[in-house]
């Protein structure tokens, strides 16, 4: 069983930026998970915004490439992603996935960016 807790959310103005970070724990193998963020914004579907394979590949939403971008530490079993530019558009709960051949998520942070 592995546990995500997701931090760095917050209000920031927009152009701004913010970097979220999600510890894993509960498995010796964190380096064999794909990882991924995703987003939900009120009154819509959850939507993948960035995504890294275990070997290092990494894929972003559209709307986001070129301002986020998507890493991870397996030796502190931890995935981050930054977030440049921001939009109030980016604005949303955002969820941390860990999938390998069961699917886990975190909590949730806010993101809110205002105009």
């Known amino acids: 069983q592995v546990q995500l807790v997701e931090s760095g959310g917050g209000l920031v103005l927009a152009g701004g930026s913010l970097r979220l970070s999600c510890a894993a724990s509960g498995s010796n193998i964190f380096s064999m998970y794909h990882m991924s963020w995703y987003r939900q914004a009120p009154g819509k579907q959850r939507e993948l915004v960035a995504h890294?394979?275990?070997?290092?590949?990494?894929n972003y939403l559209d709307s986001v490439k070129g301002r986020f971008t998507i890493s991870r530490n397996n030796a502190e079993n931890t995935v981050q992603l930054q977030m440049n530019s921001l939009k109030p558009e980016d604005t949303a709960v955002y969820y941390c996935n860990a999938f390998l051949v069961s699917q886990y998520w975190g909590q949730g942070t806010q993101v809110t960016v205002s105009s």
């Open positions: 890294i394979t275990s070997g290092g590949t990494t």
